[in-house]
């Protein structure tokens, strides 16, 4: 028996779809930062390969709106939620002290190669999968601490195509100073669907 197209019927489908859009919960700026780099949200993934350990840390479009908040930036106000993700690469040595670009280093000249690497090759290696479409990275930015830690970072920028949480993405990296081959870190629609959303305070 079909059912009837009826004011009520509508009204009701109105309220289940306005239920199910409220579903979500709305954080602050520093509330919604926290959520994000807690690695119990899921936006955290690591692979140890050989003596490097590798985290990535997804990032999506509010996030850096909340940074740009929080940090008093006025630029943040020109960034267009959901229009791009972001990733962080951090590579840590697993012993906790040898620096990342000296490890099994051969000669005193190779850590330098390995910076050029890093700054001009390394992003063309790396790509994100949204649903089945590949993208590659659009923004990158390599970070290294000197002194101060044995650690570096790859900050990555990619453009969004989806609604967050309607496709997943895998984030691919091939390491080729270390030869890691492709390593591939995946984040679920499901994963991507609990993200709050952020409240923006200064509107």
């Excluded at 908040?69 to 959901?82: A, D, F, H, W």
């Excluded at 090759?121 to 999968?129: F, S």
Aim: with cysteine; charged share 25%.
């Amino acid at each position: 028996m079909p059912i009837k197209d009826t004011v009520a019927n509508r009204i009701l489908f109105m309220l289940i779809m306005l239920l199910t859009a409220c579903g979500k919960s709305t954080l602050a700026p520093e509330a919604y930062v926290n959520w994000i780099d807690d690695k119990n949200n899921g936006c955290i993934k690591s692979e140890t390969i050989g003596k490097i350990k590798y985290t990535v840390i997804y990032r999506p479009s509010d996030y850096s709106i909340a940074k740009g908040y929080l940090n008093k930036r006025e630029n943040y106000k020109t960034i267009v939620p959901g229009q791009h993700h972001s990733f962080v690469v951090k590579m840590e040595p697993l012993d906790g002290k040898t620096p990342v670009l000296t490890i099994d280093a051969k000669a005193k000249e190779e850590p330098f190669e390995r910076i050029n690497y890093y700054l001009n090759d390394a992003q063309y290696y790396i790509e994100m999968i949204e649903g089945k479409d590949t993208m590659p990275v659009n923004n990158y930015i390599y970070e290294r601490y000197y002194n101060l830690s044995p650690d570096q970072s790859l900050v990555l920028g990619f453009d969004q195509k989806y609604k967050l949480g309607e496709k997943e993405i895998t984030l691919i990296i091939e390491d080729k100073i270390f030869n890691t081959g492709k390593v591939a870190f995946n984040f679920s629609e499901s994963t991507l669907n609990k993200i709050p959303q952020l409240r923006h305070d200064d509107k």
